[in-house]
């Protein structure tokens, strides 16, 4: 390695740090607005001409607040925690390639790399947890933890069908492999499906944003948080959407692969259309209960992903041409299996308990 | 509805921490700067873990002595306060408050003003479950209802405004009618409005009671049996989705309520969902009330009965029954000869809702907790008075 790939890798991961700030203040300006859209009113408006300047305005207004410690708070747990869930969720965005070129670090294992990494964000969500000394954020925290590695066993498993696939773990590989083929959503449906919703679980967006459900633990671990600590949390939020909306490009959508536009415009519609996606759902679904999240994971998702594994396996060892029959086949079983386990697992009646009744008054 | 063979014969509910394990409870304080405790309702739980042992609810954050200063004023004065004790709905405590007088003083209220009240009072009702609509939507963990209801609310605060001058505290009936004539063009307004509420309604509805993710978190949750309700003494919505058609305005007709053709609601299970449905169900009912009141009333025709100039409260008591948005409220209204009432109590549903806060919440889980205490449709201001 001579002195000029260090000083090129160096610069590579300068522009990740200042794009993700930016990432985040596009995306938080893409979600007001599209939120006020679906709720029928203007979203910011005020700020800049259509409210585009918003966003850095309650930048600087986060930047300039101050940033409070509560007196029962661990304090140094409290304090690093935010650099915790911060570092990794830029350290992932090192692994994603944007264009064949354009990626910061690319390693053979890089599918591996940006699955793994986000898990070591939740100890930072713990260490904040804990570190806040307030009841909330504990249980949000507890609900964090449960429901973050819960579903990182669905999300891994459904992403092993495509590195079966392509026989690779290398993204750029796993692009590639789509551009001479077919894009992995077409193959792989269901595995896509599960990819999104556990994605979704991972990075506690709606409808599983059980863990910081403002209205149940008013925003768990990060209850306590203010200024500039809060806004870490902020900026590795909206970035881990991008991160989920970017790997399901690259694994499933066929990454920069795509005719006549340049590769990076590709690869930025295609993950604006998941992005869109996922906030469109933020402004249409209710948050579900973690005992039927947990129920969804373990006992739905988990399952199909693995008879989704058997389904890439017999293309692995038998060829294409099962495929045709197998896919159509396989989406319309699992389709069936999921209404199914939705009514019998998840939207299963609780008994409630016997009440403590007060006695009806007798006239006296 | 059918429930899992495993857990036949199981009391507890489905979480193994209550048998299995044994931690520690947690005291946690909900309110009363929570938001979804509806204002200022303080909660004292005890929790295993995410389910709920015990719940001590704690009222009076938003005490004002509303009854004792009605006992400070002149009769004149009061409406004022009485608009103060349920916010969401000011018309059904004035409503109450003048039944109760006229019944004292036995004054005869003139057509159109009766028309009116009621016009205004459903209107109100209306407006009061939009507003729990809007709330229960955003406990049940996101936004857009929240935005959907306070829409057509505030379209019908608007109207409010028009009439009364005020868009929340109306204080516009008085003894024996009106305060002041309605505009002229109130007819029109209300007529123009109602395509709008049952446009809203339907969207409400569209948004999220076929919702599956709602379904899943609302059915089956919290059942309550009638005596269960009856023993823990709802009434209103609440007592409607165990299965009872009880509707002070069915049952006493006050008011003019015996000449309008409507049903009544009801659910099964008394969940949450239920809950839910009969007041969704109930204001498609009070459109169909208003719009058979603006037939029925005179387009001409005095505003306000024959009162005395001072008003003197008689000797005696009177004491009124009125279906509020949130169940029955009555106003016991005693006289001694003096400008001023001797005594005005009011007995609010929402103060029994949320005492039985305490009976409903344990064995819920920390997130229905907040489903439940929505659910409830209290309000603080009428619970503390």
């Given at each position: 390695?001579?002195?000029?790939?260090?000083?090129?890798?160096?610069?590579?991961?300068?522009?990740?740090?200042?794009?993700?700030?930016?990432?985040?203040?596009?995306?938080?300006?893409?979600?007001?607005?599209?939120?006020?859209?679906?709720?029928?009113?203007?979203?910011?408006?005020?700020?800049?001409?259509?409210?585009?300047?918003?966003?850095?305005?309650?930048?600087?207004?986060?930047?300039?607040?101050?940033?409070?410690?509560?007196?029962?708070?661990?304090?140094?747990?409290?304090?690093?925690?935010?650099?915790?869930?911060?570092?990794?969720?830029?350290?992932?965005?090192?692994?994603?390639?944007?264009?064949?070129?354009?990626?910061?670090?690319?390693?053979?294992?890089?599918?591996?790399?940006?699955?793994?990494?986000?898990?070591?964000?939740?100890?930072?969500?713990?260490?904040?947890?804990?570190?806040?000394?307030?009841?909330?954020?504990?249980?949000?925290?507890?609900?964090?933890?449960?429901?973050?590695?819960?579903?990182?066993?669905?999300?891994?498993?459904?992403?092993?069908?495509v590195a079966?696939l392509a026989n690779s773990?290398d993204?750029t590989v796993i692009v590639e492999a789509q551009a001479s083929t077919v894009w992995y959503?077409?193959?792989?449906?269901?595995?896509?499906?599960?990819?999104?919703?556990?994605?979704?679980?991972?990075?506690?967006?709606?409808?599983?944003?059980?863990?910081?459900?403002?209205?149940?633990?008013?925003?768990?671990?990060?209850?306590?948080?203010?200024?500039?600590?809060?806004?870490?949390?902020?900026?590795?939020?909206?970035?881990?959407?991008?991160?989920?909306?970017?790997?399901?490009?690259?694994?499933?959508?066929g990454g920069?692969a795509?005719?006549?536009?340049?590769?990076?415009?590709?690869?930025?519609?295609?993950?604006?259309?998941?992005?869109?996606?996922?906030?469109?759902?933020?402004?249409?679904?209710?948050?579900?209960?973690?005992?039927?999240?947990?129920?969804?994971?373990?006992?739905?998702?988990?399952?199909?992903?693995?008879?989704?594994?058997?389904?890439?396996?017999?293309?692995?060892?038998?060829?294409?041409?099962?495929?045709?029959?197998?896919?159509?086949?396989?989406?319309?079983?699992?389709?069936?299996?999921?209404?199914?386990?939705?009514?019998?697992?998840?939207?299963?009646?609780?008994?409630?308990?016997?009440?403590?009744?007060?006695?009806?008054?007798?006239?006296? | 509805?059918?429930?899992?063979?495993?857990?036949?014969?199981?009391?507890?509910?489905?979480?193994?921490?209550?048998?299995?394990?044994?931690?520690?409870?947690?005291?946690?304080?909900?309110?009363?700067?929570?938001?979804?405790?509806?204002?200022?309702?303080?909660?004292?739980?005890?929790?295993?873990?995410?389910?709920?042992?015990?719940?001590?609810?704690?009222?009076?954050?938003?005490?004002?002595?509303?009854?004792?200063?009605?006992?400070?004023?002149?009769?004149?004065?009061?409406?004022?306060?009485?608009?103060?004790?349920?916010?969401?709905?000011?018309?059904?405590?004035?409503?109450?408050?003048?039944?109760?007088?006229?019944?004292?003083?036995?004054?005869?209220?003139?057509?159109?003003?009766?028309?009116?009240?009621?016009?205004?009072?459903?209107?109100?009702?209306?407006?009061?479950?939009?507003?729990?609509?809007?709330?229960?939507?955003?406990?049940?963990?996101?936004?857009?209802?929240?935005?959907?209801?306070?829409?057509?609310?505030?379209?019908?605060?608007?109207?409010?405004?028009?009439?009364?001058?005020?868009?929340?505290?109306?204080?516009?009936?008085?003894?024996?009618?009106?305060?002041?004539?309605?505009?002229?063009?109130?007819?029109?307004?209300?007529?123009?409005?109602?395509?709008?509420?049952?446009?809203?309604?339907?969207?409400?509805?569209?948004?999220?009671?076929?919702?599956?993710?709602?379904?899943?978190?609302?059915?089956?949750?919290?059942?309550?049996?009638?005596?269960?309700?009856?023993?823990?003494?709802?009434?209103?919505?609440?007592?409607?989705?165990?299965?009872?058609?009880?509707?002070?305005?069915?049952?006493?007709?006050?008011?003019?309520?015996?000449?309008?053709?409507?049903?009544?609601?009801?659910?099964?299970?008394?969940?949450?969902?239920?809950?839910?449905?009969?007041?969704?169900?109930?204001?498609?009912?009070?459109?169909?009330?208003?719009?058979?009141?603006?037939?029925?009333?005179?387009?001409?025709?005095?505003?306000?009965?024959?009162?005395?100039?001072?008003?003197?409260?008689?000797?005696?008591?009177?004491?009124?029954?009125?279906?509020?948005?949130?169940?029955?409220?009555?106003?016991?209204?005693?006289?001694?000869?003096?400008?001023?009432?001797?005594?005005?109590?009011?007995?609010?549903?929402?103060?029994?809702?949320?005492?039985?806060?305490?009976?409903?919440?344990?064995?819920?889980?920390?997130?229905?907790?907040?489903?439940?205490?929505?659910?409830?449709?209290?309000?603080?201001?009428?619970?503390?008075?």
């Amino acid at each position: 390695m001579t002195l000029l790939d260090v000083v090129i890798a160096i610069v590579k991961v300068l522009v990740l740090l200042i794009l993700a700030p930016l990432i985040a203040l596009v995306f938080t300006y893409a979600e007001r607005k599209l939120l006020g859209r679906i709720q029928q009113r203007m979203g910011p408006w005020h700020v800049g001409p259509m409210g585009l300047f918003q966003a850095p305005a309650d930048a600087i207004k986060l930047l300039m607040k101050e940033s409070l410690t509560p007196e029962k708070a661990e304090r140094w747990i409290y304090l690093i925690a935010p650099f915790l869930v911060f570092g990794p969720t830029i350290a992932v965005l090192t692994g994603i390639p944007f264009t064949r070129e354009l990626v910061a670090a690319n390693l053979d294992l890089g599918l591996l790399y940006v699955l793994a990494l986000p898990a070591v964000v939740i100890i930072g969500f713990v260490m904040a947890g804990w570190g806040s000394g307030n009841k909330y954020a504990l249980i949000g925290t507890a609900r964090m933890v449960a429901q973050a590695i819960s579903y990182e066993l669905p999300l891994l498993v459904s992403v092993l069908g495509v590195a079966l696939l392509a026989n690779s773990l290398d993204l750029t590989v796993i692009v590639e492999a789509q551009a001479s083929t077919v894009w992995y959503v077409v193959v792989q449906p269901t595995a896509f499906a599960i990819f999104i919703m556990a994605g979704l679980a991972e990075t506690s967006r709606t409808p599983f944003d059980i863990a910081i459900a403002e209205s149940e633990v008013m925003g768990g671990p990060l209850i306590e948080y203010s200024g500039i600590r809060w806004a870490m949390f902020f900026l590795a939020e909206y970035v881990n959407v991008f991160i989920l909306a970017a790997l399901s490009t690259v694994i499933f959508l066929g990454g920069w692969a795509g005719p006549f536009l340049p590769p990076i415009l590709w690869f930025a519609l295609k993950t604006g259309f998941v992005v869109t996606f996922i906030l469109w759902l933020r402004a249409t679904l209710p948050r579900l209960r973690i005992d039927q999240l947990m129920a969804l994971c373990w006992k739905v998702l988990l399952p199909l992903s693995l008879l989704n594994l058997v389904v890439v396996s017999v293309q692995a060892v038998y060829g294409w041409l099962p495929m045709i029959a197998l896919v159509p086949l396989s989406v319309v079983l699992a389709f069936w299996f999921y209404r199914r386990a939705w009514t019998r697992l998840v939207m299963r009646p609780r008994p409630s308990a016997p009440r403590d009744l007060p006695t009806p008054a007798t006239a006296g | 509805m059918r429930s899992h063979p495993r857990e036949m014969g199981r009391t507890v509910t489905d979480t193994p921490s209550a048998t299995d394990l044994a931690t520690q409870e947690l005291t946690i304080n909900m309110g009363p700067q929570h938001p979804s405790t509806h204002g200022v309702l303080r909660l004292i739980l005890t929790v295993d873990g995410e389910l709920i042992t015990k719940a001590i609810p704690d009222i009076g954050f938003l005490h004002r002595g509303i009854e004792k200063i009605c006992e400070t004023w002149t009769f004149r004065q009061i409406p004022v306060m009485a608009d103060r004790a349920d916010y969401l709905s000011a018309f059904t405590t004035e409503f109450g408050l003048m039944i109760a007088a006229e019944e004292l003083w036995e004054i005869e209220v003139p057509e159109r003003a009766e028309y009116a009240r009621v016009i205004l009072a459903e209107l109100n009702r209306l407006a009061s479950h939009f507003m729990f609509y809007a709330s229960f939507g955003l406990d049940v963990g996101f936004t857009t209802p929240t935005m959907f209801g306070w829409r057509t609310r505030e379209s019908i605060q608007d109207l409010f405004e028009e009439v009364t001058g005020a868009r929340l505290l109306h204080n516009y009936l008085a003894v024996g009618g009106l305060r002041l004539d309605l505009p002229p063009d109130f007819k029109d307004a209300v007529a123009g409005l109602l395509p709008e509420i049952e446009k809203s309604i339907d969207q409400c509805n569209g948004l999220i009671t076929d919702s599956e993710i709602f379904q899943a978190r609302t059915k089956g949750v919290n059942r309550l049996s009638v005596e269960e309700a009856a023993r823990l003494g709802l009434t209103g919505p609440m007592l409607r989705a165990t299965g009872i058609a009880r509707d002070l305005r069915r049952l006493l007709s006050y008011s003019i309520y015996d000449r309008f053709d409507f049903d009544i609601p009801v659910g099964e299970n008394g969940d949450l969902f239920d809950r839910y449905k009969v007041r969704m169900l109930e204001m498609e009912q009070s459109v169909r009330i208003v719009r058979q009141a603006l037939k029925g009333m005179p387009d001409e025709g005095p505003f306000q009965g024959k009162v005395p100039r001072i008003l003197r409260l008689p000797e005696g008591d009177a004491y009124s029954r009125t279906e509020s948005p949130r169940g029955d409220l009555c106003i016991y209204l005693v006289g001694s000869g003096a400008t001023k009432a001797y005594r005005v109590k009011i007995r609010s549903p929402a103060f029994v809702a949320a005492s039985a806060l305490e009976a409903l919440l344990p064995g819920a889980y920390l997130a229905d907790a907040v489903l439940i205490i929505g659910s409830t449709d209290v309000v603080m201001g009428e619970v503390d008075r």
